[in-house]
């Protein structure tokens, strides 16, 4: 009977360390099976990066972070218009997304990625 107890409590420790650390843990677009995290992956993390953290392209051109940094967009509404209507080197979305994937958009990049609610 101890046995089982030991056990019992090993696990819960591991359950409860597990929780603990996820918490703090940055949202992973590699491994999210979300739509959104889908569209990321086929259309912005060829000039962003595979996890928004910005990159430099072949050309030089300095991409900036979606996460943090001078040019994260402050507001949901300056992140649709941006997505909308790049500008800045970023080409615009409008007529390639629908307008119910923009604002998935705009709610992936403001929340997931930065971390808001």
Do not use: W
Not at 28 to 33: F, G, L
């Amino acid at each position: 009977m101890r046995l089982k107890e030991f056990l019992v409590f090993v696990f819960a420790v591991f359950g409860v360390a597990a929780c603990y650390t996820s918490q703090n843990r940055p949202f992973v677009i590699a491994e999210s099976k979300s739509y959104e995290a889908s569209l990321f992956r086929q259309h912005c993390s060829i000039c962003h990066g595979p996890e928004g953290n910005g990159r430099m392209l072949y050309n030089g051109t300095n991409v900036p972070s979606l996460r943090q940094g001078q040019f994260k967009a402050p507001t949901r509404a300056a992140i649709q218009a941006q997505i909308e209507n790049g500008g800045n080197g970023m080409l615009p979305f409008r007529k390639t997304l629908t307008d119910r994937e923009i604002k998935m958009m705009t709610e992936f990049v403001y929340c997931d990625l930065r971390g808001n609610k």
